[in-house]
């Protein structure tokens, strides 16, 4: 029997030698699995083989059909694998390229936050140069001082320029638009922040039963307001009642705007608590 094995074997030394050498092959692709193709390939070497080899033992057919059953397993690992690493290849790639567009994105913020910042400086500095220039929201209201001079209080933090005024008496009618016309304005000139301006030609009335009741129109270069004054004696005490206007278009518009409210607590009011202006 051992003498017939041999003998069988040295007969179809070839297709035994094949065995040995795919066998081999295939454990070696089990540990480094090779490119879709390979194990097919050795599929087909193996299957045409097989086919030549027409005298075949029972255990040489099983031996055959393992090798070509794990030849088709072998091939479809592959084919996984590939797919696998071609989509780990695939996604490192797109995180990669991600990542670059994202450092030229950071890139292009950054340089468009730059350029904001220098254009909000380039902007601060123009504002304030043009708020220097014209005045900005400043501006000024007439009033008594504790020493009773009559002056000019600024309110604001820029210099007003080319300041003039207009007093009018508040009793006497004029013509909307034509109030520069009445009298002669006050030339003050520039009027910086922080300081005060006499006005002379102003000046309380002497009974203590007089009134003072002034209109008066202000402009410079950063558009024009105007106040209305009341003053009072009670108790043989000066008071004083101050709104101040700003004009947004003709005097007294409904665009005007009050930006400025000064009430002494002993100047007189109504019955409903209010002072008349009018």
């Known amino acids: 029997m051992l003498q017939r094995l041999r003998g069988h074997v040295r007969r179809r030394w070839f297709f035994h030698l094949v065995q040995i050498i795919a066998t081999a092959t295939l454990v070696y692709w089990c540990w480094h699995i090779p490119s879709p193709g390979y194990a097919i390939g050795a599929l ?4 045409a083989v097989m086919s030549l080899n027409d005298k075949m033992l029972r255990w040489e057919k099983a031996i055959w059909m393992l090798l070509i059953g794990a030849s088709l397993i072998l091939e479809f690992y592959a084919i996984h694998e590939e797919r696998v690493n071609t989509a780990n290849a695939e996604a490192h790639r797109t995180a990669q390229e991600h990542q670059q567009f994202q450092i030229i994105a950071d890139g292009f913020k950054k340089t468009i936050e730059n350029s904001d910042r220098q254009f909000a400086a380039t902007e601060s500095h123009f504002n304030e140069t043009l708020n220097t220039m014209t005045g900005d929201g400043s501006y000024c209201y007439f009033t008594f001082n504790l020493d009773g001079a009559p002056g000019l209080v600024h309110k604001g933090k820029f210099t007003l320029y080319d300041l003039r005024a207009n007093f009018l008496d508040a009793k006497k009618s004029f013509i909307v638009g034509t109030e520069w ?13 922080g300081s005060g301006q006499f006005i002379s030609g102003v000046n309380k009335p002497s009974s203590s039963t007089g009134q003072l009741n002034l209109l008066i129109f202000f402009g410079e270069r950063n558009g024009f307001w105007h106040e209305v004054y009341r003053g009072r004696y009670v108790n043989n005490t000066w008071v004083e009642a101050i709104r101040v206007v700003k004009e947004n278009g003709a005097p007294f518009s409904q665009k005007d705007v009050l930006i400025f409210e000064k009430i002494d607590k002993q100047f007189p009011r109504d019955k409903k608590g209010r002072v008349v202006w009018n």
């Open 181 to 193: 016309l009445l009298g002669s304005p006050i030339k003050i000139g520039d009027f910086p922040a």
């Open 44 to 47: 087909a070497f193996l299957a």
